[in-house]
T-cell receptor
């Protein structure tokens, strides 16, 4: 079964707004990674956050991790048209990286 | 520095045939994982190869098999193809590190789009 589930499944926002996606998981993890995928192409690695970290930043991206709630969030600030893509969280546990079903983000002009 | 490369990019096969997909990992990586991604779904873990052995396996039948070579490149073989095997097949490379092996960031290739007719 999928171990990382994203919420919402789909999100449409106006360009310039912030987008927040959430990810929940069921069992303990070593780390959690967020990926972006454009239209059926390969996945692009965005951020890895370790289980002992609570927050990480990379440019316009901010990822938080709450191990007590078994959840993570990805915030994209000042969204752009190029941010339109599917976003996946991937839980890294026991050497396997397991993906959720993803959030489809659409940035409206 | 070449990233993860996969070949071919597209492939059309007939039901019952066999297919081999190839992956070269990112330089410095020693682990290759394979994923199947159906349209509109997240990638599903097939298996992982490390030190030329299958280290982990997802819920896929024995028709799916693989191999890792001494140079860390890998092949995914699928026998007796079914229509349901049509998907994007993704290869990811990473580095298993530490006394308790933990994956570093995994980097993905662009995938092979397999269509079974």
């Amino acid at each position: 079964s999928q171990q990382g589930e994203e919420d919402p499944q789909a999100l449409s926002i106006q360009e310039g707004e912030n987008a927040t996606m959430n990810c929940s998981y069921k069992t303990s993890i070593n780390n959690l990674q967020w990926y972006r995928q454009n239209s059926g192409r390969g996945l692009v690695h965005l951020i890895l956050i370790r289980s002992n970290e609570r927050e990480k930043h990379s440019g316009r991206l901010r990822v938080t991790l709450d191990t007590s709630k078994k959840s993570s969030s990805l915030l994209i600030t000042a969204s752009r048209a190029a941010d339109t893509a599917s976003y996946f969280c991937a839980k890294n546990r026991d050497d396997k990286i397991i993906f959720g079903k993803g959030t489809r983000l659409h940035i409206l002009p | 520095d070449a990233g993860v490369t996969q070949s071919p990019t597209h492939l059309i096969k007939t039901r019952g045939q066999q297919v081999t997909l190839r992956c070269s990992p990112k330089s410095g990586h020693d682990t290759v994982s394979w994923y199947q991604q159906a349209l509109g779904q997240g990638p599903q873990f097939i298996f992982q190869y490390y030190e030329e052995e299958e280290r982990q396996r997802g819920n896929f039948p024995d028709r799916f098999s693989g191999h890792q070579f001494p140079n860390y490149s890998s092949e995914l073989n699928v026998n007796a193809l079914l229509l349901g095997d049509s998907a994007l097949y993704l290869c990811a490379s990473s580095l298993l590190t530490g006394g308790v092996k933990v994956n570093t960031e995994a980097f993905f290739g662009q995938g092979t789009r397999l269509t079974v007719v």
